[in-house]
């Protein structure tokens, strides 16, 4: 099973649209809203954690971008800054996905971007704050959510 987290930003005249429910429905899609903020006539936008098998998760996601609806993966914000970590390996043992592992015998930390589902827990473990969440208009506006 693919899971992984979405910002998605509706246009205004999409918001009375039952999307959640297409992906449940039409691609066979499991989801957990973790914010979300959609008003009536007004751009919304939502956290969206999507679980399915990968072609059902594009396919789920190019229905939405064909109304206009902007999806953009989370985990794409979270990074590691590779002059500050010293192979530690403390994020490994946190990381629920595998996107942090340790490469035996070599014994480097190895980060990979597309298994992180941006869960955040790898960055306040990190004694040196190697992992980082780069902030952007869409996760300011996740913020403001919460």
Do not use: W
């Amino acid at each position: 099973m693919h899971t992984q987290i979405y910002v998605l930003r509706f246009p205004k005249d999409t918001s009375d649209r039952p999307f959640v429910y297409r992906l449940v429905k039409d691609y066979d899609l499991e989801f957990n809203i973790l914010k979300a903020d959609i008003l009536l006539q007004r751009e919304g936008m939502m956290i969206l954690e999507i679980k399915g098998a990968k072609e059902s998760v594009k396919a789920g996601l190019d229905y939405l971008r064909g109304y206009g609806v902007s999806a953009q993966r989370l985990a794409s914000r979270i990074r590691r800054d590779e002059s500050k970590c010293f192979q530690c390996g403390a994020c490994t043992g946190v990381c629920p996905s595998g996107a942090l592992s340790i490469s035996r015998p070599q014994m480097t930390v190895l980060f990979d971007a597309e298994r992180c589902t941006g869960c955040n827990l790898c960055v306040p473990i990190c004694p040196v704050r190697a992992m980082e969440i780069s902030l952007d208009r869409d996760m300011a506006l996740a913020e403001d959510l919460a």
